[in-house]
T-cell receptor
Framework: KNEVEQSPQNLTAQEGEFITINCSYSVGISALHWLQQHPGGGIVSLFMLSSGKKKHGRLIATINIQEKHSSLHITASHPRDSAVYICAVLVGNQFYFGTGTSLTVIP | DAGVIQSPRHEVTEMGQEVTLRCKPISGHNSLFWYRQTMMRGLELLIYFNNNVPIDDSGMPEDRFSAKMPNASFSTLKIQPSEPRDSAVYFC?????????????FGQGTRLTVV
């Protein structure tokens, strides 16, 4: 059983669409990270959340601790947003990673 | 700052050889992490250091893997002897104050191929 589940696994959107990627986890956590991996392989840390909501540009991340759920939203999506988005949760000293959501934004 | 710097970017080696991956964290960051990414297992945390001290190495797959951080500006991940199943992308990341408290900054990764 995977402690972290992401959905959808693959997502194709038209440029300009509002996108939501979901992450659910089954254990108590101290923090949750959203990571972005570009087609070239580099990984960028987008957000670290322990409660509430964070916004950076067109990206918004929310977390509901009681429901053990987080969402990553992208407003006005753009082809350069095409990447794999990975959810990672911190449980004690251990990180658990989701399998990622592959996003393709079509012009 | 140039960010987290990893070397080499690509490494191809024969089974049985020793492989050393290198990482220079961002200056002033207290925590350093080594990750491995494969198609089968996704992204896995191997080990992390805080103030140069290994805190949790439970993710290290087996005794063939070892990691050191002799000072605040340098870390190595060594595999000896290497095996084809070690082929993966290895990422190093650093964080200012600890893994749960702030965002981590990732290097570009080292793509290891063991033939």
């Amino acid at each position: 059983k995977n402690e972290v589940e992401q959905s959808p696994q693959n997502l194709t959107a038209q440029e300009g669409e509002f996108i939501t990627i979901n992450c659910s986890y089954s254990v108590g956590i101290s923090a949750l990270h959203w990571l972005q991996q570009h087609p070239g392989g580099g990984i960028v840390s987008l957000f670290m959340l322990s409660s509430g909501k964070k916004k950076h540009g067109r990206l918004i991340a929310t977390i509901n601790i009681q429901e053990k759920h987080s969402s990553l939203h992208i407003t006005a999506s753009h082809p350069r947003d095409s990447a794999v988005y990975i959810c990672a949760v911190l449980v004690g000293n251990q990180f658990y990673f989701g399998t990622g959501t592959s996003l393709t934004v079509i012009p | 700052d140039a960010g987290v710097i990893q070397s080499p970017r690509h490494e191809v080696t024969e089974m049985g050889q020793e492989v050393t991956l290198r990482c220079k964290p961002i200056s002033g960051h207290n925590s350093l992490f080594w990750y491995r990414q494969t198609m089968m297992r996704g992204l896995e945390l191997l080990i992390y250091f805080n103030n140069n001290v290994p805190i949790d190495d439970s993710g290290m797959p087996e005794d063939r893997f070892s990691a050191k951080m002799p000072n605040a500006s340098f870390s190595t991940l060594k595999i000896q002897p290497s095996e084809p199943r070690d082929s993966a992308v290895y990422f190093c990341a650093s964080s200012p104050t600890g893994q749960g408290l702030t965002e981590a900054f990732f290097g570009q990764g080292t793509r290891l191929t063991v033939v």
